[in-house]
T-cell receptor
Framework: GAVVSQHPSRVICKSGTSVKIECRSL??????MFWYRQFPKKSLMLMAT?????????EQGVEKDKFLINHASLTLSTLTVTSAHPEDSSFYIC??????????????FGPGTRLTVT | AQSVTQLGSHVSVSEGALVLLRCNYS??????LFWYVQYPNQGLQLLLK??????LVKGINGFEAEFKKSETSFHLTKPSAHMSDAAEYFC??????????FGKGTMLLVSP
């Protein structure tokens, strides 16, 4: 149980184009989903917290107009990198927290999406 | 505010040796503590967690961790390392907020 998928697993795009990454909780409902960015040999940096049916909460320094997050249902959140540039190349990981679990309970992580912008 | 410090960006052990990965945290409220493992180009897998109750927590793959409030520590141990344990390990804390704060990670290297 508690499986989170991400699609695509790997994407290469040209500079200036937009890329959408999907995060799905496959066997549970997730009130809250999180988007992280991980640079090589670095820890995870929380980008935003996404609650179903409401606007995402972005961490300081993360451009909300560049990283569009939509959490349309209890099992799906999407991250769209708009007008991507080479510096946006990174490993993006989502996680989901099961419905009705409160603060402090574990998050289940997706397998990550490797984005390369050329 | 909450933070996590993982001592040692790399830890090397021989196969069969004890594994000890250190984690210290700071939190203004009682913490929830987690250890995650990450294999190359993959997401994070939960190894174990401490929320309340017993301070010695057992997880998957033979790992365990002990919550020591007086030392603000949550070190991860395994009695006997296996080659398949080679990976990046992250300690994380959540303390009444909805978000996890991760340490910088420790790469575990296992030699034959």
């Amino acid at each position: 149980g508690a499986v989170v998928s991400q699609h695509p697993s790997r994407v290469i795009c040209k500079s200036g184009t937009s890329v959408k990454i999907e995060c799905r909780s496959l066997d549970f409902q997730a009130t809250t989903m999180f988007w992280y960015r991980q640079f090589p040999k670095k820890s995870l940096m929380l980008m935003a917290t996404s609650n179903e049916g409401s606007k995402a909460t972005y961490e300081q320094g993360v451009e909300k107009d560049k990283f569009l997050i939509n959490h349309a249902s209890l099992t799906l959140s999407t991250l769209t990198v708009t007008s991507a540039h080479p510096e946006d190349s990174s490993f993006y990981i989502c996680s989901a927290r099961p419905f009705r679990q409160g603060f402090g309970h574990e998050q289940y992580f997706g397998p990550g999406t490797r984005l390369t912008v050329t | 505010a909450q933070s996590v410090t993982q001592l040692g960006s790399h830890v090397s052990v021989s196969e069969g040796a004890l594994v000890l990965l250190r984690c210290n945290y700071s939190s203004s409220v009682p913490p929830y503590l987690f250890w995650y493992v990450q294999y190359p180009n993959q997401g994070l897998q939960l190894l174990l967690k401490y929320t309340t109750g017993a301070t010695l927590v057992k997880g998957i793959n033979g790992f365990e961790a002990e919550f020591k409030k007086s030392e603000t520590s949550f070190h991860l141990t395994k009695p006997s390392a296996h080659m398949s344990d080679a990976a990046e390990y992250f300690c994380a804390v959540s303390s009444g907020y909805s978000t996890l704060t991760f340490g910088k990670g420790t790469m575990l290297l296992v030699s034959p």
